[in-house]
């Protein structure tokens, strides 16, 4: 019986095989600025699914090839049309606004659905840039109504990646679709590809981060962390073997969480979860960065994900760690203290599910979505009062959704 990881890629290449160039509606993509093709990689499992049952990972090379990247002095095309300032919220809110985002962008193959997110009614939707290229992720960006989307070649692995902006109307109608030129450090996006968690876009508007790996050889050993912030790109490199995933940036863009996520089993080096000035100079991650949490290796919680509030003071933490019995998995959101990494309070736990992939982890306004816990329903996570409910207004479907920015 095929997972749901194998169905999901079944789908999409299916699904971008019977698309064609004048099935596009011509109001989506703009005529004058043709989309080059982007690409989709290989999938990640982080914590094993099936304890001493993980599919091996592919031989690393025994050096790693040296990436040097330089700050970028270079002119960066304004990423969101008019961005206004992120709200300046009080509490544990995330996602930069006071009320959560009136919109879900869903990506959900071979389309992007735009949902109501109090409604869970479909009001618009995008089909994939062209014939040969499929949406990968999302993320939101200012005002509730600006997003980051990513898309891949289904075709060609080692292809360049595309983004494009979205900005959507008051009652969710696309406004607009624009290919965005981001200088490419890597051939695609990290290694969590099948999975959310490589992009991230700050409230405010000014930057962006987002996970690739060079794929120039099969036993390549690093990924790159890249973030372009006021137009300067500065990237960071780190092992393959680490797994940066679970972007998340703070209101105003200055500083972003992310989680290693490893990809042994049993593990044999701690994962953890960081936070990152992104105006520090280019170099290693783990160098640069600040741990907050430390994944513990024998029976105790390993971080699969992070979301950070937007004065970046609190860390949301969603970790994994195995269940007494059958092989299956807790999973928990924790708040942790960004300055001193203390614990301050766990906000739910749920016991004794399977694993297919790391769990996707968005939130807006002192809400979050967690999906991939178990089948294909999402469990929305209110994060003042703790209170965790399965959220109905998101359909449920064959498959679950890819990504969902919120």
Not at 7 to 35: C, F, G, H, K, M
Request: aromatic share 6%; with cysteine; hydrophobic share 40%.
């Amino acid at each position: 019986m095929s997972t749901i990881e194998d169905r999901l890629r079944n789908a999409y290449q299916s699904a971008t095989q019977t698309v064609r160039p004048e099935s596009l509606r011509p109001s989506v993509l703009p005529q004058d600025e043709p989309a080059p093709p982007a690409k989709r990689g290989r999938g990640r499992l982080g914590l094993s699914a099936f304890r001493g049952g993980l599919r091996p990972l592919a031989p690393l090379a025994a050096a790693a090839a040296v990436v040097v990247v330089a700050v970028a002095a270079i002119t960066v095309p304004r990423l969101f049309p008019a961005a206004r300032p992120a709200v300046s919220p009080s509490g544990p809110v995330v996602g930069g606004m006071s009320s959560p985002s009136p919109f879900l962008v869903v990506v959900r193959p071979p389309d992007i659905q735009v949902v109501a997110a109090a409604t869970g009614r479909v009001v618009a939707q995008l089909p994939p840039p062209s014939a040969r290229t499929g949406w990968s992720q999302a993320a939101a960006g200012p005002g509730g109504r600006q997003f980051l989307l990513a898309a891949t070649d289904q075709f060609n692995a080692c292809s360049s990646l595309q983004f494009f902006t979205l900005t959507l109307s008051g009652t969710g109608a696309v406004q607009g679709l624009r290919p965005y030129s981001a200088p490419m450090t890597g051939q695609m996006l990290g290694s969590n590809n099948w999975g959310p968690g490589d992009l991230a876009a700050s409230a405010d508007g000014s930057t962006i981060a987002y996970v690739t790996t060079n794929c120039a050889s099969p036993g390549a050993t690093q990924e790159m962390i890249t973030v372009i912030r006021h137009g300067t790109v500065r990237t960071w490199t780190s092992s393959v073997q680490a797994n940066p995933t679970g972007l998340s940036l703070s209101g105003n863009g200055s500083l972003l969480g992310y989680a290693d996520l490893t990809n042994n089993s049993p593990a044999t080096s701690p994962a953890s979860a960081w936070i990152l000035r992104t105006d520090s100079a280019p170099g290693p991650a783990d160098q640069r960065a600040r741990k907050v949490f430390t994944d513990q290796l024998d029976g105790g919680p390993q971080v699969q994900s992070t979301v950070l509030s937007p004065d970046a003071a609190t860390m949301y933490l969603l970790t994994a760690t195995f269940g007494a019995r059958d092989n299956l998995l807790a999973y928990a959101v924790s708040a942790c203290d960004t300055a001193t990494g203390a614990r301050l309070r766990t906000l739910h736990t749920w016991d004794n599910h399977g694993y297919v992939m790391p769990p996707g982890f968005t939130a807006s306004g002192g809400r979050a979505l967690i999906w991939y816990l178990h089948g294909t329903s999402v469990d929305e996570l209110n994060l003042v009062t703790s209170t965790a409910t399965t959220y109905r207004e998101l359909r449920v479907s064959e498959y679950p959704a890819i990504d969902i920015a919120w």
